[in-house]
């Protein structure tokens, strides 16, 4: 009979699988990410953003127009301020992740994991955040250029990380804010958020 069952078991070769590793550590575990987006001049453009897995708020986000390893080191040296870092960092195979990315990263003690090729659910939470950026925001949005595209993003990072609640964490916000109520007459107030694309109450 132990024969059988032997054959039946199908270890993983790593002792985990990748889901299950994200879910035990997500509070420790950080993701980045460019967005290529184009203003209307039809000139490129790159947004990078790097957030935290287990509380979906947006730790950093960046534009240029040249994203190179030396301007991708920078931001993620602006990310992890004072000794302010993950354990891990999801990152893909771009080549804008070169030497000194991984020197910076080396040196705030982050162990950074590079997906696998042809794996696009590898950094799934990135992936999302980026579309729901593209959706929610780029896409109702005429971006002139580089300074107009870094205030539309400030704008939208502060809205996704204080106002708007997330599926993934149980519909919680990532950065809760004090009670910002009426107090006993019960008053809401609409703060209009991105030019008044949404609201927040």
Same mark, same amino acid.
């Given at each position: 009979?132990?024969?059988?069952?032997?054959?039946?078991?199908?270890?993983?070769?790593?002792?985990?699988?990748?889901?299950?590793?994200?879910?035990?550590?997500?509070?420790?575990?950080?993701?980045? +990410?460019?967005?290529?987006?184009?203003?209307?001049?039809?000139?490129?453009?790159?947004?990078?953003?790097?957030?935290?897995?287990?509380?979906?708020?947006?730790?950093?986000?960046?534009?240029?127009?040249?994203?190179?390893?030396?301007?991708?080191?920078?931001?993620?040296?602006?990310?992890?301020?004072?000794?302010?870092?993950?354990?891990?960092?999801?990152?893909?195979?771009?080549?804008?992740?070169?030497?000194?990315?991984?020197?910076?990263?080396?040196?705030?003690?982050?162990?950074? &994991? !590079?997906?696998?090729?042809?794996?696009?659910?590898?950094?799934?939470?990135?992936? !999302?955040?980026?579309?729901?950026?593209?959706?929610?925001? &780029? +896409?109702?949005?005429?971006?002139?250029?580089?300074?107009?595209?870094?205030?539309?993003?400030?704008?939208?990072?502060?809205?996704?990380?204080?106002?708007?609640?997330?599926?993934?964490?149980?519909?919680? &916000?990532?950065?809760?804010?004090?009670?910002?109520?009426?107090?006993?007459?019960?008053?809401?107030?609409?703060?209009?958020?991105?030019?008044?694309?949404?609201?927040?109450?």
């Amino acid at each position: 009979m132990q024969r059988y069952l032997r054959r039946g078991r199908f270890p993983s070769p790593g002792g985990q699988t990748w889901s299950t590793f994200l879910r035990n550590h997500a509070k420790h575990i950080w993701a980045c +990410d460019f967005l290529r987006v184009h203003d209307v001049f039809f000139r490129p453009l790159f947004a990078f953003f790097v957030s935290e897995l287990g509380s979906r708020r947006i730790a950093h986000p960046a534009v240029t127009r040249s994203p190179t390893d030396g301007w991708a080191a920078q931001q993620l040296r602006g990310a992890t301020p004072f000794g302010v870092a993950p354990r891990y960092l999801i990152r893909d195979n771009d080549a804008r992740y070169g030497p000194r990315f991984e020197a910076v990263a080396t040196g705030t003690g982050v162990e950074v &994991l !590079r997906t696998p090729m042809k794996a696009p659910r590898a950094n799934a939470i990135c992936e !999302r955040l980026l579309g729901s950026v593209r959706r929610e925001c &780029l +896409d109702h949005t005429l971006i002139p250029g580089e300074a107009h595209l870094r205030r539309a993003l400030k704008g939208y990072v502060r809205y996704s990380n204080r106002a708007r609640p997330h599926q993934g964490i149980g519909q919680r &916000l990532p950065q809760a804010e004090p009670d910002r109520s009426g107090g006993d007459r019960g008053e809401v107030v609409a703060l209009p958020v991105l030019g008044g694309l949404y609201h927040d109450y």
